[in-house]
């Protein structure tokens, strides 16, 4: 995975949701991968924002958009729209707030209910910095993504800390999806293209795939 000029039409552009409890560490996360950045003092989110990202794999031209919202009950009207077209997620929550792991089964249902098309989905236990302060272990955290289907990976924007494989494995593992003969041969009949660029909806479970690292169970994507 490499970047490229950003003046170069993509091939495809893949819409990624951020999605967790509030003060998780969403926004951090993705101000490290997209700009290198981390803010100690970063407000919450309100309403929606992302940030894009611009890579090259097996030479063909990728533009991620991540999409970060507020993970709080009060913006739950942005929920539709904001789930709407994505095919990637990570579902995020902090090591240090037992309160926010325990969160992740209604922020999967969330994500099950208004995506329209399956997702490659990762479980990222954040700021895995503050080991002193930690109340969900790593077995917990893999635990759970194994039982759901999904890929695990403890992150920490202060330091980067997996940062950047988090959001690069989900991004080659839909393009891993999207390359696959079958799904070729679908977006060669009926996928939209504006501009020569591929609008990628994923409609079918993807399959086990050895050549990357995958969650105990075979299936990765739920939608």
Known sequence: MMPYDEETTEDYIFKIVLTGDSAVGKSNLLSRYARDEFHASS????????QTQS??????????????????????????????????????YDISRRQSFDDIGRWLEELRVHSDMSVVAMLVGNKCDLEHLREVSQEEGRSLAESEGMYFMETSALDSTNVHKAFQTVVTEIYNVVSRKVLAANLRKSTPSFGGTKVVALQYDCEADASVAKPAKSRCCFG
């Open 43 to 50: 407000k919450t989110t309100i309403g929606v924002e992302f």
């Open 55 to 92: 890579v090259i794999i097996d030479g063909k031209r990728i533009k991620a958009q991540i999409w970060d919202t507020a993970g709080q009950e009060r913006f739950k009207a942005v929920t539709s729209a904001y789930y709407r077209g994505a095919v990637g997620a990570l579902v995020v």
